[in-house]
């Protein structure tokens, strides 16, 4: 790509997980799959956007300073996979982490969506730069059903003049949200409890926006929800 053509446009790279960063329960690879496609169809100032595709290998953020928003769409490895020694060790990975956290807090820009709250266990920088935290033994989730998310009332630009979001989905609950962190959204489990599934933070240096939801492609058959993570893709991008 020319330098002329890149200021035409805002390049987007999504993150899918594989290996120790994919599960038995989660297909990312149709996911992420889903939101290039909703993402390509993104334009602000005037620049449309150019999405690139790749799963979860240490090589794959080498390039990373030539994007303008990361979304990571990865989790946690299967029962067994690392103490199977499968694939390459921490070691390997640490350069992989090094450059996201150095990226992020240059000022670098990420849309992180369900799983990511319970992906890159080996990377101590993340849950900073996430701006919360799945919590094994504590963190869980209702049965997948209909799925109603309530937005905050404040001047974000996310939520003014959103509407309702709802959708087929699964409730991540107790989440660990840091206390930097600005919530913009809740679901409520099935005894009407109320947990924060949506929030912001820049206090790492960058940009983040988390969203608990979108455990399958029903999630993305929303519109309300549809909708709410291009207005979040514009704020991320603007």
């Avoid at 996310?158 to 409730?171: C, Q, S, T």
Wanted: hydrophobic content about 40%; glycine content about 10%.
């Amino acid at each position: 790509m020319t330098t002329q053509d890149s200021e035409k446009t805002h390049r987007i790279l999504i993150l899918t997980g594989r290996g120790r960063y994919e599960d038995p329960w989660h297909d990312h690879a149709a996911t992420s799959h889903r939101l290039a496609l909703m993402l390509s169809e993104v334009e602000v100032h005037d620049r449309a956007s150019e999405v690139v595709l790749r799963s979860t290998f240490p090589d794959a953020l080498d390039d990373l300073e030539e994007f303008d928003l990361l979304v990571v769409n990865a989790g946690t490895s299967w029962p067994g996979f690392l103490e199977a020694g499968i694939g390459p060790d921490d070691d390997a990975w640490s350069a992989f982490h090094d450059r996201l956290a150095g990226w992020a807090r240059d000022g670098g820009s990420i849309l992180a969506v369900h799983q990511a709250a319970n992906t890159f266990a080996d990377a101590a920088d993340w849950p900073q730069i996430l701006g919360g935290r799945w919590i094994a033994g504590e963190s869980y989730h209702p049965p997948f059903g209909p799925t109603e998310l309530k937005l905050a009332t404040g001047g974000h630009p996310l939520v003014v003049g959103a509407g309702p979001v709802e959708l087929e989905d699964e409730r991540y609950c107790r989440l660990s949200v840091a206390e930097s962190s600005q919530v913009l959204g809740w679901v409520l489990d099935d005894d009407g409890e109320q947990h924060p599934v949506l929030w912001t933070t820049e206090e790492h240096g960058g940009r983040t926006l988390y969203s608990g939801l979108g455990h399958d492609v029903r999630a993305y058959d929303s519109p309300t929800y549809a909708r709410l993570l291009l207005r979040a893709v514009t704020w991320l991008l603007t």
